[in-house]
């Protein structure tokens, strides 16, 4: 099983950065990719970055450029780094790490979210 802790989140001035963190801690194999997700109001989850355990790593067109996803393999902490942020950022932000468990195969897990608003 895996407990996720998210932080980060808050109230910023469009232009503002933010950084999000998520820690993964509980009984399992390894944790294989990791990733956020975002929900805005009214709007379907989106993927916004995703890391694989090598490193390598993908991100919505929207946020190119602006954000970058990167995570500690050892800590099982990933992080995303959000600079010129745009209301249009503003949504719940999820990390999702997909992990193998004791024997049990392999698995995805969400955390909570947590909440960014970009005010213009």
């Known amino acids: ?52 355990s090598g490193g390598r790593t993908d991100y919505a067109g929207s946020v190119q450029g602006r954000f970058t996803i990167s995570r500690d393999s050892a800590e099982n902490t990933m992080w995303l780094q959000m600079n010129s942020l745009k209301p249009e950022d503003t949504a719940v932000y999820y990390c999702l790490v997909s992990y193998t468990g004791w024997g049990t195969g392999d698995h995805d897990y969400g955390g909570q979210g947590t909440k960014v608003t970009v005010s213009s």
């Open 1 to 52: 099983q895996v407990q996720l802790v998210e932080s980060g989140g808050g109230l910023v001035q469009a232009g503002k950065s933010l950084r999000l963190s998520c820690a993964a801690s509980g009984r399992f194999f390894k944790i294989n990719a990791m990733a956020w997700y975002r929900q805005a109001p009214g709007k379907q989850r989106e993927l916004v970055a995703a890391i694989t």
